[in-house]
């Protein structure tokens, strides 16, 4: 009997030791790209440029400065922010519309080739925007997950080799378990489906500044939402050293008149990214949401005043393009001044990334808030 049940223990850790060793690990075929890719992003003293509104949305910018919304005025626009002289030594990767990807400067030069010459990855948005989630209080979901596996290898030959998704959430029409729910299984779909085609997925669950909430209701939000967002990327064997992150810092809503200053927006922003996010994951490359350009950068700059477990660095699109376009005006002979006006911002949210940023450089202009009630990208 003793011999028997022996023999029936060492078979039974047998096989457990023999199901141990089928457990299959991941390696995906760029997994390797997909770390080298996103460290390059996430690189000292760097940051994205984030050039991908919609044609519609880039129409607004341009009818504010008087310009038609035409392709070649989108593409002129857009060759003056990609071909700055210097812009890589303070931006590491820029995120482009599929239309942008495609064009190329007034000298047949494609745009990826400018970019890649200033060691700039070139970025692609892939998601199809926001439309209203049903059964709910005005909350919204994301499409863009069908056909995404052939867009993504399309964009990959094209020389893209990042991509960005961006879905929100909102606390004054929620956020309900449902929409969080949605968001966050939707981000982790396309994480995996974009690093099998080669692309590191910038993961972007904007937790928007419209209503009136506090600091404390943001950092309440922000923590279940990447809660569930890295619950639904581990379930989808999502790599996080191949991936970036694209959070809105921890604020008070818009509207709300208790405002917080940088070293409270790092101090709630810096708790929340501890307790949520895991030190395998190279860079967190914040949105600016509306903040002003001197705003973001003063926030940026707090939270890099002592080291993090990740690359904290930025990637604005309107905190870097405000001044310029205002610069640009449309007319060819201002280029250059427009040009100097991105290096002037570019720069000092290098500096900030670096926790040496210094305001006393700026002029009243850079505090001009940039915040749209329900803004659409």
């Known amino acids: 009997m003793a011999l028997m049940m022996k023999s029936s223990t060492m078979k039974a850790v047998s096989g457990r030791v023999s199901r141990r060793s089928a457990v299959v690990v991941r390696a995906g075929k760029y997994d390797e790209e997909l770390i080298k890719t996103a460290n390059t992003v996430a ?30 005025n989108r593409r002129a626009y857009r060759e003056l ?35 890649n010459e200033q060691n700039i990855v070139p970025g692609i948005k892939v998601d199809k925007g926001l439309v ?10 994301c499409m863009g997950l069908d056909g995404l596996d ?24 929620g956020p309900s378990l449902i929409a969080l729910r949605d968001c966050a299984y939707g981000l982790a779909r396309y994480a ?29 939000v922000q923590e279940a939402i990447w809660a569930e967002t890295f619950k639904y990327m ?48 190279p860079g967190i490359m914040f949105l600016s949401g509306g903040q002003s350009e001197l705003e ?9 005043q002592s080291p993090n477990p990740w690359h904290v660095s930025f990637s604005y699109a309107r905190a870097l393009q405000n001044t310029v376009l205002k610069t640009w005006q449309g007319k060819p002979e201002n280029v250059p001044a427009a040009q100097a006006a991105l290096l002037k911002r570019a720069k000092a949210n290098s500096d900030a990334q670096q926790g040496k ?21």
């Open 234 to 281: 581990a379930d989808n064997k999502v790599m996080f050293e191949g991936i970036l992150l694209k959070p809105a810092m921890v604020t008070p809503g818009a509207d709300c008149p208790n405002r917080a200053g940088p070293a409270k927006v790092a101090e709630y922003t810096l708790r929340m990214l501890r307790r949520r996010v895991p030190p395998a994951v």
């Open 132 to 141: 209203p989630l049903a059964n709910t209080n005005g909350e919204s979901w």
């Open 357 to 377: 940023y210094d305001p006393a450089v700026e002029d009243k202009a850079a505090a001009q808030g940039m915040y749209e009630k329900g803004y659409v990208y």
């Open 150 to 173: 052939k867009r993504c290898a399309e964009y990959y030959k094209a020389g893209a080799r990042f991509a960005k998704w961006r879905s929100v959430v909102s606390i004054p029409h």
């Open 192 to 220: 995996a489906i974009a690093q099998n085609a080669g692309l590191v997925p910038i993961v972007e669950p904007e937790v928007l500044l419209d209503g009136e909430h506090d600091i404390d209701r943001c950092l309440e």
């Open 81 to 115: 922010l990609c071909t700055t002289p210097g812009i890589g030594q303070y931006i590491s990767g820029a995120i482009l519309f599929e239309e942008t990807l495609y064009q190329s400067t007034k000298d047949g030069k494609k745009f990826v080739d400018a970019m």
């Open 43 to 72: 690189s000292k003293g760097r940051g994205i440029l984030a050039m991908d509104e919609s044609n519609a949305t880039c129409g607004k910018r341009l009818d504010s400065i008087g310009v038609e919304n035409t392709e070649e």
């Open 296 to 304: 973001s950068t003063l926030n940026l700059n707090a939270m890099n």
